[in-house]
């Protein structure tokens, strides 16, 4: 019988915590819900780690995020004498990749799109240590840059640029009206196939950088969908990495964009601090983006205000975006789009936060109301709040016509977001059935998730919940 050895390192961090085992393995569930994962450890999966048991690489670098967390500094899976030997994919995010070296890119796109090594990725953690040492664009300008050298090959230019552009553009508006889930690995095909050859190509400064901009973008959009997908950690891995291409192209808009969207994972995962610092970081940049993309970042920033009780700041920001979107007489970038629809939705955040809920829930309907058509999985989205904030207040019969609705694009959507909101109203609804109206409801919800689910699996893929 071989004998394992205990490990002293990891004692040794849970000491300096002053974590007990309970609270060592409820931080860990904490941060593997926020990846999706139901863990449900107890204190004596802590003792068994202390003693030599090596968990899987996914739950090592849970038990780093959860180390770094509590100590708040960065704690790598070697320094708790956790590291794999075999692992062939970082799991933590120690650091933000700032050298923009294409290769770390190429190297990522191809992993995801890898059956096997996918699976890799898919269990990365979210890092707040990695968020932490995120610059503004005023210190990211200064980083030093790492040269790529160019492949041989035929020279690009400005086609290449647009091709992006325009499959940029393909991508947002598919994902905006079906969700990611349909569309994430054929995303990622595209990246480290044409993508990945165009970046490394001779081309000219100009056009280089222009590519790099345009990637960004694209890369950003990839984040977004990850973050859809519940793929939290996958998703900080895309944003960092269109962070270092912004950098790279020299594009301050592009950058705010990117930081802009880990505000808004970090505020929906609750970490409302950080998300409040990275809503500011970008709207520092408003300067340097059109008026629509100005009211874009000044929205966020808004909510992340309200998420910090900070009200006054929230309406400073909220009135701030309002006055860009009436000013502009552009449509904004393709992932900066913006309009009275977006507006109302996060005004009636910030109302919910201020405690008005009864103007938040008008707010809600006037944005479900102006929402373009083709932006199925927003609206959805916002039609599911309108339905939670109307159970709560004790409107549950207009809640189940609010639901009705949320099933009417919800049949349309492969998004784990949307899944999740799906089986948060059922749960709301089931304390009132009672009532004849919501049984209506609840009934539906049920046929169509299991007509929905069964039509998934018969087409070769997981129903959205499971994720791409």
């Known amino acids: ?3 394992r050895t205990p490990n002293t390192r990891l004692k040794a961090l849970i000491s300096e915590a002053s974590f ?5 393995v409820r ?7 926020e990846a999706g994962l139901a863990l449900g450890y107890d204190r004596s999966a802590a003792a068994h780690w202390v003693a030599g048991v090596r968990p899987a690489p996914h739950i090592a670098a849970l038990i780093v995020e959860a180390l770094s967390r509590k100590l708040g500094r960065p704690v790598t899976t070697h320094d708790a004498g956790l590291a794999s030997a075999s692992q062939n994919l970082d799991h933590g995010l120690s650091a933000v990749p700032m050298s923009g070296a294409v290769t770390d890119l190429v190297e990522l796109w191809s992993a995801d799109g890898d059956p096997v090594r996918r699976t890799i990725l898919h269990d990365l953690a979210y890092s707040l240590s990695a968020v932490s040492s995120v610059p503004a664009w005023s210190q ?5 840059r790492a040269a790529d ?4 090959g035929a020279r690009i230019g400005l086609p290449q640029v647009q091709a992006v552009q325009s499959m940029t553009e393909l991508f947002y508006r598919s994902d905006i009206a079906f969700g990611s889930g349909g569309i994430r690995r054929a995303l990622t095909a595209y ?8 970046l490394r190509a001779p081309a000219s400064t100009a056009v280089h950088r222009k590519l790099l901009s345009a990637v960004s973008e694209l890369v950003y959009l990839s984040a977004f969908m990850c973050f859809d997908s519940g793929l939290q950690g996958l998703a900080q891995r895309y944003y960092l990495e269109a962070l270092s291409l912004a950098r790279e192209a020299q594009d301050p808009g592009a950058y705010a964009t990117v930081l802009r969207g880990m ?17 500011d970081s970008a709207a520092q940049a408003r300067g340097s983006v059109s008026g629509t993309s100005a009211a874009f970042l000044c929205g966020q920033l808004a909510l992340a205000c309200a998420a910090t009780r900070d009200r006054r700041g929230a309406l400073e920001h909220l009135g701030a975006a309002e006055r860009y979107l009436q000013a502009s007489t552009d449509g904004g970038d393709t992932l900066g789009t913006y309009h009275p629809a977006a507006l109302a939705r996060q005004r009636a955040e910030v109302l919910v936060a201020a405690g008005d809920r009864s103007a938040a829930r008008e707010d809600l309907a006037v944005s479900i109301h102006r929402r373009p058509a083709g932006e199925r999985l927003p609206r959805a989205l916002t039609v599911a709040r309108l339905a939670e904030l109307q159970i709560h207040d004790g409107h549950v019969e207009a809640a189940c016509v609010s639901g009705h609705r949320f099933l009417d694009d919800w049949v349309y959507l492969h998004s784990a977001r949307a899944d999740a909101l799906l089986s948060q109203l059922r749960a709301r609804l089931r304390p009132y059935q009672a009532s004849a109206v919501v049984r209506i409801l609840l009934e539906r919800m049920r046929v169509v998730s299991a007509v929905t689910s069964t039509a998934a699996w018969a087409a070769g893929f997981p129903p959205a919940g499971d994720g791409p």
């Open 1 to 3: 019988m071989t004998r």
């Open 20 to 24: 007990s085992g309970q609270g060592l």
């Open 27 to 33: 931080a860990v569930n904490a941060a593997g819900a």
């Open 140 to 144: 990211a300008g200064k980083l030093p």
């Open 149 to 152: 050298k160019a492949l041989p």
């Open 191 to 198: 990246l480290s196939g044409d993508v990945a050859v165009w």
């Open 263 to 279: 505000s808004v994972q970090a505020h929906m995962l609750g970490h409302h601090d950080v998300a409040l610092r990275l809503a």
